[in-house]
């Protein structure tokens, strides 16, 4: 189907890393530029990173220089490596294609950072 399934979220303290994980079908992943969203409480999807289809990367001021998006076309994964987490971090994680198509979206992975 075309639902993406995101994982890897938890609690963290400030300071920590998480790795997240969203996997999908190749007829999502093929061609696409994948990008990670992140919902904090009572906001909207923000998209803090994406990455084209040839592996070129892009990241909001927010996270630049702490988290790293990357993609394995083979495995129809794309990975967010987030380190240096801090307390606003928090929210529901979501991938989707960029520009984002309603029905890929998955249930999301919680990330909480504790200060």
């Known amino acids: 189907q075309g639902r993406l399934v995101e994982s890897g979220g938890g609690l963290v303290q400030a300071g920590g890393s998480l790795r997240l994980s969203c996997v999908g079908s190749?007829?999502?992943?093929?061609?696409?530029?994948m990008g990670w969203y992140r919902q904090a409480p009572g906001n909207a999807r923000e998209l803090w990173a994406y990455?084209?289809?040839?592996?070129?990367?892009n990241y909001a001021d927010s996270v630049k220089g702490r988290f790293t998006i990357s993609r394995d076309t083979a495995k129809n994964t794309v990975y967010l490596q987030m380190n240096s987490l801090k307390p606003e971090d928090t929210g529901v994680y979501y991938c989707?294609?960029?520009?984002?198509?309603?029905?890929?979206w998955g249930q999301g992975t919680q990330v909480t950072v504790s200060s």
């Open positions: 990455i084209t289809y040839d592996g070129r990367a």
């Open positions: 190749g007829r999502i992943f093929s061609y696409n530029t």
């Open positions: 989707n294609t960029c520009p984002i198509r309603n029905d890929y």
